[in-house]
């Protein structure tokens, strides 16, 4: 096979060309992680279904619609105030799959093991995963295990891929939103992002602040229930909250206007950004989702969603328009505005 | 979550006990990764879909039948004779689905690249497995990059999951062999792990040896078309024949008879067994497969097979018996017998 390769034939645009090689920036779910998709591994794959890269894959397959979805997940340190890599793993490709309206149904898991990690540790990051399992509703199905020398690994990394059914009346895709939709976003920012920094950081809050990890599907069935009238879906993760939306922008080539005084940013998360020098919009989330809906449903599906646990701070933080398309922008306390860019490279290294 | 997790509960019976941490022989497919999975894996997430433990996961879905598999790739060196990590990873996977007599359809691909990874290798490697997809007949829809910190990974490890479409008159799993079946090899074996072996021992050999590395899904259509009566079907890959041969005596409680002089080793493969004091029924294949059929089909399933490319040196390497079920026992080429184990630990680290 290696024989049919051409280097000489491989075209790598700029900027891409500016990195001769992989920095961690490339994995920080920013602009470089974006290039790095566009020019290097979508040309090389090239296909109709790859091309729309929402969180899932969505598959023509026996009559019905299936949502298809993976994810690496290489956190450190192992073990955080709220969790650890194994319910991250479960909820992070959860979410994923529910993220395109998807009843998400079955899981598999491979792991990435350093030698010397110890058993018991890796023993309580499966069951963490088993009970993930079972509070989400799916089932982990099928598996792998490799083992890797000292040195090459950190741990365990665990990757894990889903499927879903997409019920015939849903169609939520990132390219949907339309000018007039609002944007909800389900509760408090920050929580994750901020619960592994201050672990890694050494940080002593006054609070602990937990990781908000948790499966989204529940929530995602109870909004269905109220309306189909959902455009987008996004879970914002690596990148938080300005990063999704910026994709969705740019997928939907809309302007998303931000209002940033109703957003749920709670005391302590303020606080420890002021302390670590980050802006919370650009924090990762691991149990909040973003909702573009249409205006005419959106207070029915808010009061709706606020009557689930995971939904209790629902809030509309910001509406879709058709000035600036592909572009974020922020109205601040102050009343002026701030355009909210993709950010270029890694914030948080490792948080997902 | 992590405090509804009690240390205490988790109860892992010997012989794991007997390992506090992780060896690389965890990893090696032979018993200790059997162990692994038997005593920590499966009691955590418990369900009967994961029980059967094939290649793939088969699932009820639709109205049909999905096959569902999941396999991670840290294959060392990344580039080798006859391939690379990307073609291996395609194959791979493609493989573990069409060994539940799936047609593939659609995989994922997540990467964990290493800090300082160079981009030409990671843009012929991602180049390497579109070719491989296209080949298969497979699209990859979905996928993921996380970038690790330098020393924490090496280069890339890539994990693939497939989805395949089972017909509804197929029923292939390792439970179903039968005493009366007879055992079909498609080809030569240790291609893979002798490739692989060889770059990295420095080994300089007469002739190169080539990985065998290659998509099975075009044979297995092939066999299928000729008969539906075909039991099990096992990539002998991690562990080789013998391995597989194990697991699959297990699964079904029946015996499995070797002839030894019927197993095809290529003279170059027997000569770097010798050299490196590897057994060639324990070296890994990724172009292999192992059929296990009635002995009424065999014939002219074998002369099916030998009419395609993959399957040109097809051969009958023995007989599954009612006599000592759960073991593997090869005829020697001196007329005596041996009992042919499953490998403890690891003959041949990251081989895949």
Known sequence: MSNAINIEAWSC????????????????????????????????????????????????????????????FV?????????????????????????????????????????????????????????????????????????????????????TSGLGLIAADVNIAPHLARPGDVVILSGAIGLHGIAVMSVRAGLDFDTVIESDSAPLNGLVATMLETTTQIHVLRDPTRGGVASALNEIAKASQVGITLDERKLPVPAAVHAACELLGLDPLYVANEGKLLAIVPASVAEALLAKMQQHPLGRQATIIGQVTARHPGMVVARTGLGGTRVVEMYVGEQLPRIC
């Not at 799959?97 to 998400?104: D, F, I, K, L, T």
């Not at 350093?114 to 099928?142: C, D, F, P």
């Open 75 to 159: 956190v450190q340190p192992l073990f955080f105030p709220g969790g650890n890599i194994g319910d991250l793993a479960i909820n992070g490709t959860v979410n994923d799959v529910a993220m395109s309206g998807a009843q998400p149904l079955f899981l598999s898991a491979g792991f990435i093991l350093e030698e010397g990690m110890a058993m018991e540790r890796l023993g309580v990051i499966a069951q963490t995963m088993g009970a993930a399992a079972r509070r989400a509703g799916v089932l982990l199905v099928t598996g792998d295990t490799k083992v890797v020398d000292r040195g090459h690994g950190d741990g365990v990394y665990i990757n």
């Open 13 to 72: 645009p700029l900027p891409l060309r500016d990195h001769a090689n992989i920095i961690l920036g490339h994995g920080g779910g920013g602009k470089l992680s974006a290039e790095l998709v566009q020019h290097l591994f979508l040309p090389a794959f090239q296909n109709e279904l790859l091309a729309h890269l929402g969180d899932s894959a969505v598959l023509p397959l026996a009559g019905g619609r299936l949502a298809f979805s993976t994810d690496s």
